[in-house]
């Protein structure tokens, strides 16, 4: 099974095989910046069940070790890895061709949320990164 998705103006896009490893929301201010958006959903799959599509991204290396991927043409964020999530590639649920298809289970870096931005979900929330939430969410593998 492959899952697509694509930026705003389609010249970059990508897609993966199998199940995603982990979905969640991130409150962090990087993540916010990026998308200019108050919340970022994402997906993490394994690198070697994923692939570019069209163009070659764009790449902001935000701090040491840090790539955030982005299309050069229309400027939508399209991808993120780190040398601290080695084997693993971070995509934007809202890139997804089809978006209603994602199920996030659990937001990160909860303790920045915004005061004015409302969720009311069940899922569970932690505060720090990935890294730092109960299950070892940097093994790709
Ligand atoms: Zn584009
Ligand atoms: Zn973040």
């Known amino acids: 099974m492959f899952t ?3 930026c705003l103006c389609g010249k970059i896009g990508w897609k993966f095989e199998g199940e995603v490893t982990w979905a969640c929301y991130c409150h962090c201010d ?3 910046r990026n998308c200019a958006a108050p919340v970022v959903a994402w997906l993490g799959v ?3 069940n994923f692939k570019w599509l069209g163009s070659a991204p764009s790449t902001y ?3 040491d070790g840090v790539h955030r991927h982005f299309c050069g043409n229309c400027g939508s964020p399209i991808g993120f890895e780190a040398d601290h999530y080695a084997g ?3 995509l934007y649920a809202a890139s997804l ?3 209603e298809d994602f199920n996030p289970t659990f937001h990160v870096n909860y303790e920045s949320k915004l005061h004015w931005l409302e969720m009311h979900d069940k899922l569970t929330k ?3 990164t990935l890294l730092e939430s109960p299950k070892d969410l940097s093994d790709y593998n």
Request: proline content about 10%; hydrophobic content about 10%.
């Open 4 to 6: 697509q998705g694509h």
């Open 30 to 32: 990087d993540c916010r």
């Open 46 to 48: 394994p690198l070697k």
């Open 61 to 63: 290396e935000t701090t």
């Open 88 to 90: 693993g590639m971070h």
């Open 97 to 99: 061709d089809n978006p």
């Open 126 to 128: 932690y505060n720090g």
